[in-house]
């Protein structure tokens, strides 16, 4: 088992395959707020999206700093995983707690790119951060669940086959713990898309093809349930980890493309007869976010170390997404602002990237909770929410 972030040949592999994707293209995409669907194609033609999937599965078996490697190459190349990066993390929760069945019928279908999982329904427009006060509901009636109910933020549903959905499935004051109750239905959208599923999308300040989502009466068999009933909330939690330390990769590949595009700005543009990177007033900035991103990098290698020992990454994981992500917008405020006006033109890209890694302070999960779990669960401190 690797311990590093390495993966030279990964890397390089997906560099090649990134470099078919130009600037041009990621700002047809965003004008348009297009699905980058050309991109997402070529990453699971070239079988990328199922590196994780182990390989009795048909997956690549390979560990999570495989993924890392592979996601950190897509943000520092100027693109954007965040169009597919879901079925990395979101296939984690059927892998640890699905059924054999569901394993076999599913898996080697996500791994041949013939099934897509792209979309996680959690977050809903009222409870917000507080996930137990969800108000989905699933309803056994014979052999089929029905639900009700809303979710926001719902990114990639309209690319996706298949959505992992947390839901209630036992009134909350009916359970002894608000965390009980709450149960993971894996939904084929293909069957009720149009019918007792509404996709509505939602323009957002990036091209993030995130919706909203409206379940009436929505049909989904009793089959389909991952794990036992009333345990979902575990099984969200146990796949947070996973998924903050790949986000966390790409910030790190975010910070190195801008500040190797700052650096390389700086060298060029000449400004009262010298190029504007001898300035300490330019270099300092681009210097300071390149400590911060190597800084956060050791934090993020911590976190993929004791995940791939099978320890408890909850901390590590946590600090790293906030490092990580407060790394990548120091990086791109260093950028922006070395390239002055320049930034804010679409053609330089660095007013894109600058949006896309703004996301990451909020989503999917915001500082605050972060800096509230250190608080609580490492320094002991009282439970503030
Ligand atoms: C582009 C985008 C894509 C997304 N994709 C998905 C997805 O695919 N699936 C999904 O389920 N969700 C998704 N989300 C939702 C995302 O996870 C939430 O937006 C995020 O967790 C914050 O929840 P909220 O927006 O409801 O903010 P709120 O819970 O309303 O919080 C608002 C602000 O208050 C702060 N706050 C709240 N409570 C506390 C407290 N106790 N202490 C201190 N500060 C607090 C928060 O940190 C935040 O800054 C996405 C969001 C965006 C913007």
């Given at each position: 088992?690797?311990?590093?972030?390495?993966?030279?040949?990964?890397?390089?592999?997906?560099?090649?395959?990134?470099?078919?994707?130009?600037?041009?293209?990621?700002?047809?995409?965003?004008?348009?707020?297009?699905?980058?669907?050309?991109?997402?194609?070529?990453?699971?033609?070239?079988?990328?999206?199922?590196?994780?999937?182990?390989?009795?599965?048909?997956?690549?078996?390979?560990?999570?700093?495989?993924?890392?490697?592979?996601?950190?190459?897509?943000?520092?190349?100027?693109?954007?995983?965040?169009?597919?990066?879901?079925?990395?993390?979101?296939?984690?929760?059927?892998?640890?707690?699905?059924?054999?069945?569901?394993?076999?019928?599913?898996?080697?279908?996500?791994?041949?790119?013939?099934?897509?999982?792209?979309?996680?329904?959690?977050?809903?427009?009222?409870?917000?951060?507080?996930?137990?006060?969800?108000?989905?509901?699933?309803?056994?009636?014979?052999?089929?669940?029905?639900?009700?109910?809303?979710?926001?933020?719902?990114?990639?549903?309209?690319?996706?086959?298949?959505?992992?959905?947390?839901?209630?499935?036992?009134?909350?004051?009916?359970?002894?713990?608000?965390?009980?109750?709450?149960?993971?239905?894996?939904?084929?959208?293909?069957?009720?898309?149009?019918?007792?599923?509404?996709?509505?999308?939602?323009?957002?300040?990036?091209?993030?093809?995130?919706?909203?989502?409206?379940?009436?009466?929505?049909?989904?068999?009793?089959?389909?349930?991952?794990?036992?009933?009333?345990?979902?909330?575990?099984?969200?939690?146990?796949?947070?980890?996973?998924?903050?330390?790949?986000?966390?990769?790409?910030?790190?590949?975010?910070?190195?493309?801008?500040?190797?595009?700052?650096?390389?700005?700086?060298?060029?543009?000449?400004?009262?007869?010298?190029?504007?990177?001898?300035?300490?007033?330019?270099?300092?900035?681009?210097?300071?976010?390149?400590?911060?991103?190597?800084?956060?990098?050791?934090?993020?290698?911590?976190?993929?170390?004791?995940?791939?020992?099978?320890?408890?990454?909850g901390e590590?994981?946590n600090l790293?997404?906030m490092?990580?992500?407060?790394?990548?917008?120091?990086?791109?405020?260093?950028?922006?602002?070395?390239?002055?006006?320049?930034?804010?033109?679409?053609?330089?890209?660095?007013?894109?990237?600058?949006?896309?890694?703004?996301?990451?302070?909020?989503?999917?999960?915001?500082t605050?909770l972060i800096l509230s779990y250190i608080a609580e669960h490492v320094l002991g401190l009282?439970?503030?929410?």
């Amino acid at each position: 088992m690797t311990y590093d972030l390495d993966y030279p040949e990964i890397r390089d592999a997906v560099a090649k395959l990134c470099s078919g994707f130009s600037g041009a293209y990621w700002r047809d995409c965003d004008r348009a707020q297009a699905y980058p669907a050309e991109f997402v194609a070529a990453l699971t033609e070239a079988g990328y999206l199922s590196a994780l999937i182990p390989e009795e599965y048909g997956g690549l078996g390979l560990p999570i700093s495989a993924g890392c490697a592979i996601l950190e190459e897509i943000h520092r190349s100027g693109g954007n995983a965040a169009a597919c990066h879901a079925q990395m993390y979101t296939m984690g929760t059927l892998l640890r707690h699905g059924s054999d069945a569901q394993k076999r019928q599913y898996l080697p279908s996500i791994a041949d790119g013939s099934l897509r999982l792209q979309a996680f329904g959690v977050t809903e427009p009222t409870s917000g951060t507080d996930t137990t006060a969800l108000r989905t509901t699933a309803r056994l009636e014979g052999d089929s669940y029905l639900v009700n109910g809303q979710k926001i933020w719902t990114s990639r549903a309209e690319h996706s086959d298949l959505m992992l959905l947390l839901c209630r499935t036992t009134p909350r004051d009916q359970c002894a713990k608000k965390t009980d109750g709450l149960s993971v239905l894996l939904v084929d959208m293909r069957e009720v898309r149009g019918k007792s599923l509404t996709i509505r999308p939602i323009r957002a300040m990036m091209n993030h093809a995130t919706t909203e989502l409206f379940f009436d009466d929505m049909p989904v068999p009793a089959a389909n349930l991952i794990g036992e009933a009333g345990k979902g909330f575990r099984y969200i939690l146990s796949g947070m980890n996973a998924e903050r330390i790949l986000i966390a990769a790409e910030c790190i590949g975010d910070a190195k493309w801008f500040t190797e595009t700052a650096a390389a700005y700086a060298k060029e543009r000449t400004v009262f007869g010298r190029p504007i990177g001898q300035n300490q007033g330019i270099q300092f900035p681009i210097a300071k976010a390149y400590a911060g991103m190597r800084a956060a990098e050791l934090m993020l290698a911590e976190a993929v170390r004791i995940y791939e020992a099978g320890g408890s990454a909850g901390e590590e994981a946590n600090l790293a997404k906030m490092l990580c992500a407060d790394a990548s917008w120091a990086a791109a405020e260093a950028c922006l602002q070395t390239h002055g006006g320049f930034g804010f033109a679409e053609e330089y890209d660095v007013e894109r990237k600058y949006r896309e890694t703004r996301l990451y302070q909020v989503a999917p999960i915001s500082t605050n909770l972060i800096l509230s779990y250190i608080a609580e669960h490492v320094l002991g401190l009282p439970r503030s929410y």
